[in-house]
Protein backbone atom coordinates (compact mmCIF):
# COMPACT_ATOMS: atom_id res chain seq x y z
CA UNK A 1 0.00 0.00 0.00
CA UNK A 2 1.53 3.73 -1.10
CA UNK A 3 1.93 6.19 1.51
CA UNK A 4 -0.55 8.85 1.15
CA UNK A 5 0.50 12.69 2.24
CA UNK A 6 -0.07 13.55 5.74
CA UNK A 7 -1.73 10.08 6.57
CA UNK A 8 0.38 8.01 9.00
CA UNK A 9 -1.82 4.79 8.95
CA UNK A 10 -0.95 3.71 5.76
CA UNK A 11 2.09 1.42 5.42
CA UNK A 12 4.44 3.91 3.39
CA UNK A 13 6.57 3.57 0.95
CA UNK A 14 9.95 3.75 2.77
CA UNK A 15 11.73 6.79 1.18
CA UNK A 16 11.38 10.22 0.04
CA UNK A 17 13.61 11.04 -3.14
CA UNK A 18 15.15 14.70 -3.04
CA UNK A 19 17.03 16.42 -6.17
CA UNK A 20 19.79 18.50 -5.34
CA UNK A 21 20.32 21.27 -7.28
CA UNK A 22 21.40 24.16 -5.69
CA UNK A 23 25.06 24.35 -6.48
CA UNK A 24 26.56 27.69 -8.12
CA UNK A 25 27.98 25.62 -11.58
CA UNK A 26 31.19 27.58 -10.98
CA UNK A 27 33.08 25.28 -13.14
CA UNK A 28 30.33 25.90 -16.12
CA UNK A 29 30.56 29.42 -15.95
CA UNK A 30 28.10 30.46 -13.22
CA UNK A 31 25.02 28.79 -15.74
CA UNK A 32 22.58 26.60 -14.05
CA UNK A 33 23.94 23.23 -15.54
CA UNK A 34 20.34 21.72 -14.27
CA UNK A 35 19.03 23.14 -17.34
CA UNK A 36 21.58 22.26 -19.47
CA UNK A 37 20.76 20.36 -22.54
CA UNK A 38 22.09 16.82 -22.70
CA UNK A 39 20.70 14.62 -25.78
CA UNK A 40 17.68 17.01 -26.43
CA UNK A 41 16.46 17.32 -23.14
CA UNK A 42 17.74 19.48 -19.45
CA UNK A 43 20.62 17.43 -17.49
CA UNK A 44 17.47 17.57 -14.62
CA UNK A 45 15.68 15.39 -16.80
CA UNK A 46 17.52 12.62 -17.05
CA UNK A 47 17.57 12.79 -13.42
CA UNK A 48 14.40 13.02 -12.58
CA UNK A 49 13.55 10.07 -14.95
CA UNK A 50 16.20 7.68 -13.02
CA UNK A 51 15.21 8.53 -9.68
CA UNK A 52 11.44 9.36 -9.97
CA UNK A 53 10.08 5.70 -9.95
CA UNK A 54 12.55 4.90 -7.00
CA UNK A 55 10.78 6.46 -4.62
CA UNK A 56 7.53 7.37 -2.99
CA UNK A 57 7.54 10.94 -3.61
CA UNK A 58 10.72 13.35 -5.71
CA UNK A 59 11.38 16.60 -4.75
CA UNK A 60 13.66 18.93 -6.20
CA UNK A 61 15.84 21.19 -4.01
CA UNK A 62 17.08 24.26 -4.83
CA UNK A 63 18.75 27.27 -2.07
CA UNK A 64 16.15 29.74 -4.20
CA UNK A 65 13.30 29.10 -6.30
CA UNK A 66 13.54 29.42 -10.39
CA UNK A 67 13.02 28.10 -13.28
CA UNK A 68 12.92 24.45 -11.75
CA UNK A 69 9.31 24.83 -11.29
CA UNK A 70 8.40 24.21 -14.94
CA UNK A 71 9.56 20.51 -14.42
CA UNK A 72 6.34 19.44 -12.29
CA UNK A 73 8.11 18.67 -9.22
CA UNK A 74 7.70 20.21 -5.98
CA UNK A 75 10.90 22.74 -5.32
CA UNK A 76 12.57 23.14 -1.87
CA UNK A 77 13.87 26.56 -0.62
CA UNK A 78 16.57 26.17 1.62
CA UNK A 79 15.91 26.86 5.05
CA UNK A 80 19.24 28.35 6.11
CA UNK A 81 19.42 31.53 3.84
CA UNK A 82 23.14 32.07 1.79
CA UNK A 83 23.66 29.55 -0.64
CA UNK A 84 24.73 27.21 2.63
CA UNK A 85 25.68 24.13 0.75
CA UNK A 86 24.49 20.91 -0.50
CA UNK A 87 23.95 19.85 3.15
CA UNK A 88 21.23 22.86 3.56
CA UNK A 89 19.46 21.33 1.12
CA UNK A 90 19.25 17.69 2.70
CA UNK A 91 18.32 19.86 5.70
CA UNK A 92 15.25 21.33 4.00
CA UNK A 93 14.36 18.63 2.28
CA UNK A 94 13.81 16.37 5.49
CA UNK A 95 12.12 18.79 6.85
CA UNK A 96 9.95 18.94 3.77
CA UNK A 97 9.59 15.29 4.58
CA UNK A 98 8.38 15.80 7.79
CA UNK A 99 6.05 17.87 7.70
CA UNK A 100 4.07 16.36 4.45
CA UNK A 101 4.74 13.13 4.61
CA UNK A 102 5.11 12.18 8.28
CA UNK A 103 5.00 8.42 7.73
CA UNK A 104 7.99 7.92 5.87
CA UNK A 105 11.14 6.56 7.31
CA UNK A 106 14.05 7.38 4.83
CA UNK A 107 15.57 10.42 2.89
CA UNK A 108 17.36 9.53 -0.47
CA UNK A 109 18.99 11.96 -1.92
CA UNK A 110 20.30 12.11 -5.67
CA UNK A 111 22.90 14.96 -7.76
CA UNK A 112 21.42 16.77 -10.46
CA UNK A 113 24.12 16.00 -12.66
CA UNK A 114 24.43 12.83 -12.98
CA UNK A 115 22.54 11.56 -16.05
CA UNK A 116 23.42 7.79 -15.45
CA UNK A 117 22.74 6.64 -11.91
CA UNK A 118 21.57 3.54 -11.60
CA UNK A 119 17.68 3.49 -11.38
CA UNK A 120 17.76 0.55 -8.05
CA UNK A 121 20.09 2.28 -5.96
CA UNK A 122 17.37 3.41 -3.29
CA UNK A 123 16.35 -0.41 -3.38
CA UNK A 124 19.59 -1.55 -2.56
CA UNK A 125 20.28 0.91 -0.25
CA UNK A 126 17.20 0.17 2.51
CA UNK A 127 18.21 -3.66 2.51
CA UNK A 128 21.42 -2.88 3.89
CA UNK A 129 20.12 0.22 6.08
CA UNK A 130 19.19 -1.16 9.33
CA UNK A 131 17.12 0.60 11.81
CA UNK A 132 18.88 4.22 11.37
CA UNK A 133 22.23 3.67 9.46
CA UNK A 134 22.89 6.12 7.06
CA UNK A 135 23.93 4.33 3.41
CA UNK A 136 26.24 6.30 0.41
CA UNK A 137 27.13 4.65 -2.80
CA UNK A 138 30.58 3.73 -3.81
CA UNK A 139 31.68 3.11 -7.77
CA UNK A 140 35.16 2.60 -9.48
CA UNK A 141 37.04 3.20 -5.98
CA UNK A 142 35.17 6.45 -4.91
CA UNK A 143 32.90 7.55 -2.35
CA UNK A 144 29.50 9.01 -4.04
CA UNK A 145 28.25 11.08 -0.50
CA UNK A 146 25.76 12.99 -2.38
CA UNK A 147 24.08 9.74 -3.54
CA UNK A 148 22.59 8.38 -0.01
CA UNK A 149 20.00 7.47 2.14
CA UNK A 150 19.43 9.58 5.76
CA UNK A 151 16.98 8.37 8.07
CA UNK A 152 14.29 11.22 8.70
CA UNK A 153 15.28 11.76 12.32
CA UNK A 154 18.76 13.29 11.26
CA UNK A 155 17.01 16.67 11.20
CA UNK A 156 17.72 18.19 14.00
CA UNK A 157 21.09 17.32 14.41
CA UNK A 158 21.97 18.35 11.10
CA UNK A 159 20.52 21.76 10.97
CA UNK A 160 22.53 22.04 14.37
CA UNK A 161 25.58 21.10 12.50
CA UNK A 162 25.15 23.55 10.13
CA UNK A 163 23.95 26.59 12.16
CA UNK A 164 27.06 26.48 14.70
CA UNK A 165 29.39 24.21 13.58
CA UNK A 166 28.98 25.43 9.75
CA UNK A 167 28.98 22.10 7.91
CA UNK A 168 28.60 22.19 4.34
CA UNK A 169 29.83 19.51 2.74
CA UNK A 170 27.96 16.07 2.46
CA UNK A 171 31.32 14.00 3.06
CA UNK A 172 31.46 16.00 5.75
CA UNK A 173 28.60 14.45 7.43
CA UNK A 174 29.51 10.84 6.76
CA UNK A 175 33.03 11.39 7.80
CA UNK A 176 31.23 11.57 11.41
CA UNK A 177 28.54 8.72 11.37
CA UNK A 178 28.38 5.43 10.74
CA UNK A 179 27.74 4.67 7.07
CA UNK A 180 27.31 1.48 5.18
CA UNK A 181 28.82 1.76 1.29
CA UNK A 182 26.96 -0.02 -1.56
CA UNK A 183 29.06 -0.36 -4.22
CA UNK A 184 27.62 -0.31 -8.09
CA UNK A 185 29.03 -1.73 -10.88
CA UNK A 186 30.40 0.37 -14.15
CA UNK A 187 27.61 0.54 -17.05
CA UNK A 188 28.46 -1.30 -20.24
CA UNK A 189 28.30 1.14 -23.31
CA UNK A 190 26.92 -0.24 -26.70
CA UNK A 191 31.14 -0.22 -27.84
CA UNK A 192 31.64 -2.10 -24.71
CA UNK A 193 33.52 0.75 -22.44
CA UNK A 194 32.83 0.86 -19.39
CA UNK A 195 31.54 4.06 -17.65
CA UNK A 196 30.71 5.07 -14.07
CA UNK A 197 27.31 5.00 -13.17
CA UNK A 198 27.83 8.18 -11.05
CA UNK A 199 29.84 10.00 -13.50
CA UNK A 200 28.95 13.48 -12.93
CA UNK A 201 28.47 16.53 -15.74
CA UNK A 202 30.75 19.17 -13.83
CA UNK A 203 32.83 21.24 -16.49
CA UNK A 204 32.17 21.74 -20.40
CA UNK A 205 34.03 18.66 -21.11
CA UNK A 206 32.52 16.71 -18.82
CA UNK A 207 28.89 17.78 -21.01
CA UNK A 208 30.90 16.56 -23.89
CA UNK A 209 31.60 13.36 -22.76
CA UNK A 210 28.31 13.04 -21.40
CA UNK A 211 26.89 13.90 -24.73
CA UNK A 212 28.61 11.06 -26.42
CA UNK A 213 28.01 8.34 -23.68
CA UNK A 214 24.25 9.36 -24.77
CA UNK A 215 25.06 8.65 -28.20
CA UNK A 216 26.43 5.42 -27.62
CA UNK A 217 23.83 4.52 -25.32
CA UNK A 218 20.85 5.58 -27.45
CA UNK A 219 22.07 5.05 -31.27
Given at each position: MSL???????????????????????????????????????????AINRAQGQVEKLIISAPQKSGLDEFGLDVVEDSIPGFAGPLAGVLSALEWTEKNYPAAKWLATFAVDAPFMPTDMVEKFITVAGEDNYVMARSMGRDHPVFALWPITAKEEL??????????????????????????????????????????????????VAEKIVGNIFK
Open positions: NKNNTDLAPKPAIGVILAGGLSRRMGGQDKSLLPLGGVALINHRLAIKNDGLSRVGQWFENHKTVKIDFAPTIESNNSKIDPFFNVNTAADAT
